[in-house]
């Protein structure tokens, strides 16, 4: 099996070959079945990060969650190791969170999470606050791998939506 540093070179690479217009095709892919699994469950706390150009576009997907009334939380880093949750208003929330859309490097179908390589998520989601909150992993087709390894710290997602 190889690495979690050459799986994460292998993605890059993948995502160097790809125009920004076929990142937003798949990332338009992606929010349509990602509203359509809000239509069918019932959340009204979602924390969704503001994506880096080599993430599934959220801007749009935020906005849609809007129009639904749902409470949106974005995650912010305040330290080199450590993230909160901020609310619309830039305030800091500490309470439960429904459901937790993460992105990652890749993800394999049954829920393992690649992430950087700075833990940032594994330890915010770690918090016994966040135990019951789903986590849905979104990420792009070729970000689907059939393996990778994982360490005692590494959290699982409930949910992998992708664009195909």
Same mark, same amino acid.
Request: proline residues 3%; contains cysteine; charged residues 35%.
């Given at each position: 099996?190889?690495?979690?540093? @050459? *799986?994460? %070179?292998? $993605?890059?690479?993948?995502?160097?070959?790809?125009?920004?217009?076929?990142? =937003?095709? #798949? &990332?338009?892919?992606?929010?349509? #079945?990602? /509203?359509?699994?809000? !239509?069918?469950?019932?959340?009204? +706390?979602?924390?969704?990060? =503001?994506?880096? &150009? !080599? /993430?599934?576009?959220?801007?749009?997907?935020?906005? &849609?969650? +809007?129009?639904?009334? *749902?409470?949106?939380?974005?995650?912010?880093?305040?330290? =080199?190791? @450590?993230?909160? *949750?901020?609310? /619309? =208003?830039? /305030?800091?929330?500490?309470?439960?969170? %429904?459901?937790?859309?993460?992105?990652?490097?890749?993800?394999?179908?049954?829920?393992?999470? *690649?992430? +950087?390589?700075?833990?940032?998520? %594994?330890?915010?989601?770690?918090? #016994?606050?966040? #135990?019951? &909150?789903?986590?849905?992993?979104?990420?792009? !087709?070729?970000?689907?791998?059939? !393996?990778?390894?994982?360490?005692?710290? %590494? $959290?699982?997602?409930?949910?992998? $939506?992708?664009?195909?």
């Amino acid at each position: 099996m190889k690495t979690k540093q @050459e *799986l994460r %070179d292998f $993605i890059n690479d993948t995502f160097s070959s790809i125009s920004p217009e076929e990142i =937003e095709l #798949k &990332s338009c892919q992606i929010r349509s #079945k990602i /509203e359509h699994y809000f !239509d069918i469950n019932t959340f009204t +706390r979602v924390c969704i990060y =503001e994506n880096y &150009s !080599d /993430e599934v576009i959220t801007k749009n997907l935020i906005d &849609s969650l +809007r129009i639904k009334w *749902l409470k949106i939380y974005t995650p912010q880093m305040i330290w =080199e190791t @450590e993230m909160i *949750l901020i609310d /619309e =208003e830039y /305030e800091h929330y500490e309470k439960e969170i %429904d459901v937790f859309i993460v992105p990652g490097r890749a993800f394999t179908p049954d829920g393992k999470r *690649l992430g +950087r390589g700075r833990w940032y998520y %594994d330890r915010f989601l770690s918090n #016994k606050l966040y #135990k019951k &909150s789903r986590k849905i992993g979104i990420c792009f !087709d070729f970000q689907i791998l059939e !393996d990778i390894p994982v360490q005692k710290y %590494d $959290i699982l997602m409930n949910k992998i $939506i992708r664009n195909d």
